[in-house]
């Protein structure tokens, strides 16, 4: 396969890692990663919802063990985990979309609830596991719109939903926390609270920019449905970067809790900012800005990281305009069909060269 060996992720290399959410855009990118670093990697997830979807661009059922069930099958995840025997797992299978847990709140609660309940009892009975990461959100925080950035200890209650079936996932987590997993030497156990993601490969709907790729492709405008709205977008590499950091600390050290993780100030950018830097990385377009009187959602949205910075040394490495580039990239290369595998494993490359 090319590119093995380029990634140093040495301290997985001897470790077995099993991921909840394999088949999604951000589990192709860390499952991708740990394969590249020739790590023993299992999944468990449903087949890819989209069409095309990352995971089989990328042929990634080839090179790793994938599990298709669902998470709320408490029996086949245990199952799956017991045959495995990871030491290290992170969760990251759910229902992923605002506008969608709108429609459907009844599954997001059942997938985000429940399946975290499901995941985090089975893992009590994985004699190895030593480091587990609970993905969530930024949008778990009680959010009263006051322009300022999120820290850890702030009260969770999301508002739509998503939002708030994922603040559940982080009452749950720190419920088994505290009462299965306190004890000196247990299993290490936190979430990872990352910003809005971009990076090649999200299909997804409602998603702004595979909404720009999307109008591009059909040669139409983009449209911009909520201009003013600011999120703290951070690229693929810089969130499972950050996944990674936190489940390799804590496997000795303990360290369990809640890290944000997200780019710094300077480069929280709202959506009209980011569009426009999408069409300059694209080189053509055009963007109309139309509000569609959807439900609601956060005008405001930052996160401090100064937590994640500190205990686990963690940084963004990209800055707002290379994260879109490399975004660019990888879209254009995908809609031109040359080598959009090749350059997910470049851009992997070049950011875990040197390790994490
Ligand atoms: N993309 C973002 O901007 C973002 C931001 C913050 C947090 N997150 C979180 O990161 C995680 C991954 O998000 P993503 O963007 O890759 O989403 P995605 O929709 O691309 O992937 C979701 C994954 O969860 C799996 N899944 C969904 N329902 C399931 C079920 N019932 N049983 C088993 N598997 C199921 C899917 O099969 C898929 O593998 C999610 O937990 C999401 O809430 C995403």
């Known amino acids: 396969m090319d590119g093995v060996g380029k990634v140093s992720l040495s301290f997985y290399r001897d470790k077995k890692v099993f991921v909840t959410g394999h088949t999604g855009f951000k589990g192709s990118w860390l499952c991708r990663a740990l394969v590249l670093a020739g790590v023993n990697v299992t999944g468990y997830a449903l087949a890819p919802e989209t069409k095309p979807a990352l995971f089989e661009l990328l042929g990634l059922k080839n090179d790793m063990k994938s599990v298709i069930a669902d998470i709320r099958d408490y029996k086949a995840l245990l199952k799956s985990l017991k045959k495995s025997k990871p030491e290290i797992i992170f969760h990251m299978a759910a229902q992923p979309l605002v506008r969608e847990s709108y429609k459907n709140p009844v599954y997001t609660y059942e997938t985000n609830v429940m399946g975290t309940v499901n995941f985090l009892e089975a893992c009590r009975y994985i004699p190895g596991a030593r480091s587990i990461v609970n993905v969530t959100t930024d949008k778990v925080y009680e959010n009263r719109e006051m322009n300022r950035a999120f820290k850890e200890d702030e009260p969770l209650n999301g508002f739509d939903p998503y939002s708030n079936s994922k603040s559940c996932s982080e009452l749950v987590t720190s419920s088994y926390r505290n009462s299965f997993y306190s004890a000196k030497g247990a299993v290490a156990v936190s979430t990872a609270r990352s910003g809005n993601v971009i990076g090649g490969g999200d299909f997804a709907a409602d ?23 600011v999120r703290p977008y951070q690229h693929v590499l810089d969130c499972i970067s950050g996944y990674l950091l936190l489940a390799e600390k804590q496997y000795d050290a303990g360290l369990s809790g809640s890290y ?49 910075k500190k205990i686990l040394g963690w940084k963004p490495r990209m800055k707002i305009g290379e994260a879109v580039g490399l975004t660019a990239e990888w879209s254009r290369a995908y809609l031109d069909k040359s080598g959009h595998a090749a350059c997910v494993d470049r851009q992997i490359n070049e950011y875990f060269g040197k390790g994490l």
Request: net charge positive; hydrophobic share 40%; with cysteine.
């Open 260 to 308: 944000n993780f997200g780019p710094d100030k300077s480069d929280v950018v709202d959506n009209a900012a980011l569009v426009e830097l999408f069409l300059d990385a694209w080189g053509g377009g055009s963007r109309v800005h139309r509000h569609d009187n959807g439900p609601h959602e956060a005008r405001f949205l930052r996160l401090d990281c100064s937590r994640a």
């Open 207 to 229: 998603r702004i920019i595979p909404d720009c790729v999307r109008a591009l492709k059909a040669g139409k405008p983009v449209v911009v449905r909520n201009p003013g709205a």
